[in-house]
């Protein structure tokens, strides 16, 4: 009888750990996505700023599946305001909501928000 209840603890402790172990991972998976999704917004700024600046009036199929991509991964619900052939511009504002939004999540404030705080 000492043994099954030695088993019994023995099992319950190393499912604590497994559990402790999944909520570690967890929380650092969701650490890293914010800072990722922010990566390729910043990479889809720079594409699309170029394209604007070569005043190419429609973002190619890639870079608009790379933005829908992106839309779909977010952790938050977001529906773009584009039509289906959006100019870079139009996109530079889309990708800049976006990363508002994100900022919003990372630090509970919309970024506009801390630069005035740093501004005052």
Request: a negative charge; charged letters at 20%; proline letters at 8%.
């Amino acid at each position: 009888m000492m043994i099954s209840n030695h088993s019994g603890l023995l099992g319950m402790a190393n499912q604590e750990i497994r559990d402790a172990i999944d909520a570690f991972v967890a929380g650092r998976r969701a650490e890293r996505r914010l800072p990722a999704l922010l990566e390729r917004t910043d990479a889809m700024l720079s594409e699309l700023e170029t394209l604007n600046l070569m005043e190419v009036r429609r973002i190619p199929a890639p870079l608009r599946s790379a933005l829908t991509a992106l839309v779909a991964d977010l952790p938050f619900d977001y529906t773009p305001a584009l039509g289906p052939r959006p100019s870079p511009t139009a996109a530079i504002e889309v990708v800049f909501s976006i990363q508002a939004g994100i900022f919003n999540l990372m630090y509970g404030t919309e970024p506009s928000d801390q630069l005035m705080e740093v501004a005052s």
